[in-house]
């Protein structure tokens, strides 16, 4: 999953980047309005979180201008502001949901984890395709209950996968949605996260469509 982290304080959204990271997510960072407007125009991103007091363009003019344009991603927005008020603006405005700042990043995670689930029509944060099982506010995946040592690409790519079960993903969606900006993305990398997922989770997972992509199915119950 890729996330657009739009914060002009650099303390804070290096905070934020690294937990981002470490917990298995892609992550770019935008310094000023403009930037992460430009950003969230021209790449896909699974969630977004924009802070509302930035330079150049502030973050309710930024997320009006995605909404109006038809740009779709959950928008979680930060805000050191007391007022309620930029609360509810910012919620009528298109954002998805909202955190006051100083926040734990453990909040802020959670947050991100239910506007993405929510977002691909998921409720609960335990994702099942199978025997295979993956918990996105743990980081885990179990196989009929044992647990299977991922490494962060490869679990970016079964998430993805999870989170949009049953469809055709092709190589360039997942190669966007597992990479940050300044990643060398190569395509030919994905066939070999996917061999190495079919090695650990079953060869039947993960299906191939020649020309169009993969495809993550349950295996049929041969009991």
């Known amino acids: 999953m890729r996330i657009l982290v ?15 990271r470490k917990n298995g ?4 960072v935008a ?7 430009f950003l969230g125009d021209t790449e896909p991103y ?4 924009l802070d509302l007091g930035l330079p150049i363009a502030d973050g309710l003019t930024v997320l009006g201008r995605w909404r109006e344009a038809g740009r779709r991603m959950p928008v979680l927005i930060l805000t050191a502001r007391g007022s309620w008020r930029e609360k ?6 298109g954002a998805d949901d909202y955190l006051a700042k100083p926040f ?3 909040e802020l995670l959670a947050r991100i984890e239910a506007m993405i689930r929510r977002a691909s029509g998921h409720a609960s944060a335990v994702f099942e395709c199978g025997p295979v099982k993956l918990d996105t506010s743990t980081s885990r995946v179990t196989l009929k209950g044992d647990l ?5 690409l490869e679990f970016g790519t079964l998430s993805y996968l999870m989170h949009h ?14 990479y940050d900006q300044d990643f060398d993305r190569d395509s030919n990398v994905i066939e070999v996260l996917v061999n190495r997922l079919r090695k650990k989770l079953g060869a039947s997972l993960i299906k191939t469509h020649r020309g169009q992509g993969y495809q993550l199915n349950a295996p049929p119950n041969t009991s």
């Open 148 to 152: 299977v040592e991922l490494t962060a």
């Open 104 to 106: 734990e990043m453990e």
């Open 165 to 178: 079960q049953g469809k055709v993903v092709s190589k360039t969606e997942l190669t966007e949605h597992i």
């Open 6 to 20: 739009v914060e002009d304080d650099q303390h804070v959204a290096r905070q934020i980047e690294r937990t981002l």
């Open 88 to 93: 509810v603006t910012g919620l009528r405005a």
């Open 25 to 28: 997510y892609a992550a770019d």
């Open 46 to 49: 699974d969630a977004v979180i």
């Open 31 to 37: 310094r000023d309005g403009e930037e992460g407007q």
